[in-house]
């Protein structure tokens, strides 16, 4: 069987051999660069396994007659014409909630660095746009640095089951001090998200607020934007997604406080447990109950991914919690290195096609005073996701 993959999952290679190795198949996996497979690709393809800057429609499935099964290994799918898929008769699969923990660390670094850069952490409230897998676990991170989060989610409101509280005041939104966006890309239906910061909703927001995309570039009109910043600069605007990836705005990008190339996803255990989930729903699909490495063994393949422990003998105060983040990841890199470039698709692509393992925050460990034996204190740690451990006399 021909498998195609994304050069840009990594183990991918490793997970094959072990199911060629445990079930006796003759599996081929070639890899592509790139956004596109070529033609020839396509034509062999069986399975396909991409990530979001792949786009699929009905013209490129047109090309793979074989294709009977395609996997996403990103929580979006909104790069995947459904309709296609289904009448092309493709088994379909995408990973909700893989890349959520990275996302969340992502939001908390940006927030650590503007808070340090700003001298203090937002006063007024945070709103979360999107109560899905990565605003929530933004929400979570964000909370535990000791901001007041509400959630923004008119359509989990309207479905009545969720357990986390959620609102549909719009005004709320544009009221807060910092934004965050975890939102699908809707264009049509009763929640359209295309556009959902339009010029009207960006002028209605107050001098020094903070507002963060990492969620899909169209949801800031990023003309509207740039108007705004021209206008009057006093917004801290941090975007990992653009409206028109992979060519980003050089206009826009000296007017932004942060930006990356739509990495933030893009953590060691993101990437890897991508790949892994990916491989499980083929194998289910094929009927194959095969054992593959765990996600733990597979992490710790990479030791330059891991985080030396820390002794923290005092509560630490925000300063400090920051610090701890930006330990573990520090998007101020990863804002340099998009600078330090030609603001071109190519250039786009390849900082992320050769983005550095990037380790997560519940990798870090703290070995603690008594101070986080009290029960606000292991609320917050828990969610950062610290991992803690009271030194011992």
């Known amino acids: 069987m021909y498998l195609l993959a994304d050069a840009n999952l990594p183990e991918l290679d490793s997970l094959v051999a072990v199911v060629a190795r445990q079930s006796g198949l003759a599996l081929q996996l070639e890899r592509f660069g790139g956004r596109l497979p070529?033609?020839?690709?396509?034509?062999?393809?069986?399975?396909?396994f991409i990530r979001s800057v792949t786009k699929v429609d009905a013209q490129l499935l047109a090309q793979a007659p074989k294709l009977r099964w395609l996997g996403s290994a990103t929580i979006g799918t909104d790069h995947v014409d459904q309709a296609a898929v289904q009448a092309a008769g493709l088994s379909f699969h995408s990973t909700p909630g893989?890349?959520?923990?990275?996302?969340?660390?992502?939001?908390?670094?940006?927030?650590?660095?503007?808070?340090?850069?700003?001298?203090?952490?937002?006063?007024?409230?945070?709103?979360?746009?999107?109560?899905?897998?990565?605003?929530?676990a933004a929400g979570q991170r964000l909370a535990g640095l000791g901001l007041s989060v509400h959630y923004y989610d008119p359509p989990l409101?309207?479905?009545?089951?969720?357990?986390?509280a959620v609102h549909d005041d719009w005004q709320r939104v544009l009221n807060s001090q910092m934004i965050s966006c975890h939102v699908p890309l809707q264009r049509e239906g009763p929640h359209p998200t295309w556009h959902m910061f339009d010029a009207e909703a960006l002028a209605q927001l107050a001098p020094g607020t903070w507002l963060i995309n990492a969620s899909r570039g169209p949801v800031i009109a990023e003309q509207a934007l740039l108007n705004r910043l021209?206008?009057?600069?006093?917004?801290?605007?941090?975007?990992?997604?653009?409206?028109?990836?992979?060519?980003?705005?050089?206009?826009?990008?000296?007017?932004?406080?942060?930006?990356?190339?739509?990495?933030?996803?893009?953590?060691?255990?993101?990437?890897?447990?991508?790949?892994?989930?990916?491989?499980?729903?083929?194998?289910?699909?094929?009927?194959?109950?095969?054992?593959?490495?765990?996600?733990?063994?597979?992490?710790g393949r990479y030791p330059q991914g891991q985080i030396q422990g820390l002794r923290a003998d005092k509560a630490p105060d925000w300063q400090q919690l920051a610090h701890w983040i930006l330990r573990c990841y520090d998007i101020r890199k990863d804002d340099a290195a998009l600078r330090a470039v030609p603001c071109t698709p190519a250039?786009?692509?390849?900082?992320?096609?050769?983005?550095?393992?990037?380790s997560e925050l519940n990798q870090l460990h703290l070995s603690t005073g008594d101070w986080a034996d009290s029960v606000a204190w292991q609320q917050r740690l828990a969610q950062l996701t610290f991992q803690t451990a009271t030194q011992e006399e």
Not at 38 to 48: F, G, K, T, W
Not at 266 to 282: E, F, V
């Open 347 to 358: 250039e786009f692509d390849a900082l992320r096609a050769q983005y550095a393992v990037r």
């Open 230 to 299: 021209q206008q009057q600069s006093d917004l801290d605007v941090v975007l990992d997604v653009w409206e028109h990836e992979p060519q980003i705005s050089a206009a826009l990008l000296p007017y932004l406080q942060l930006a990356t190339p739509h990495i933030a996803g893009h953590s060691l255990a993101g990437k890897l447990g991508g790949s892994w989930q990916l491989l499980n729903k083929w194998l289910t699909d094929q009927q194959l109950s095969l054992q593959l490495p765990s996600l733990a063994t597979l992490l």
């Open 38 to 48: 070529s033609a020839e690709q396509l034509a062999r393809a069986e399975a396909m």
């Open 157 to 164: 409101l309207e479905q009545g089951s969720s357990t986390l």
């Open 98 to 136: 893989v890349n959520a923990n990275a996302v969340g660390d992502y939001v908390a670094s940006a927030a650590a660095a503007l808070a340090l850069q700003r001298g203090g952490l937002p006063e007024g409230e945070v709103a979360i746009v999107g109560a899905g897998n990565t605003g929530r």
